[in-house]
């Protein structure tokens, strides 16, 4: 059964930096494409970033591009997310997620098969 287990999120001022961390086991995590998704108080949840399986090729919103950076330690299955000069509208609880299919592309919500429980950000202004 797979198992996904956030944490590192906080309470931090605009500008400052955190790292968020996803634990997974159940699975051969270097097969899976991995991402991160967000969701706001009182919004639909969000793509973050992405990583693939083949090369860690990386893909990211619009709205964290050049400030975030998502990596993954296959060898210790964690998936990673660096978060810096992080702004009000960071706000979330994050999720990381696991691709429903191994050695295949996963781009949208709803080709990431397993959740973890999420890991809540806060960006004070």
């Known amino acids: 059964q797979v198992q996904l287990v956030e944490s590192g999120g906080g309470t931090v001022q605009a500008g400052d930096s955190l790292r968020l961390s996803c634990a997974a086991s159940?699975?051969?995590?270097?097969?899976?494409?991995m991402a991160w998704f967000r969701q706001a108080p009182g919004k639909q949840r969000e793509f973050v970033a992405r990583?693939?399986?083949?090369?860690?090729?990386?893909h990211y919103a619009d709205s964290v591009k050049g400030r975030f950076e998502i990596s993954r330690d296959n060898s210790n299955m964690i998936l990673y997310l660096q978060m810096d000069s992080l702004k009000s509208g960071d706000t979330a609880v994050y999720y990381c997620?696991?691709?429903?299919?191994?050695?295949?592309?996963?781009?949208?919500?709803?080709?990431?098969?397993?959740w973890g429980q999420g890991t809540r950000v806060t960006v004070s202004s």
């Open positions: 997620a696991e691709a429903s299919q191994e050695w295949t592309i996963a781009k949208v919500e709803t080709e990431f098969g397993a």
């Open positions: 159940g699975l051969i995590f270097s097969r899976y494409d």
């Open positions: 990583i693939r399986w083949t090369r860690g090729t990386t």
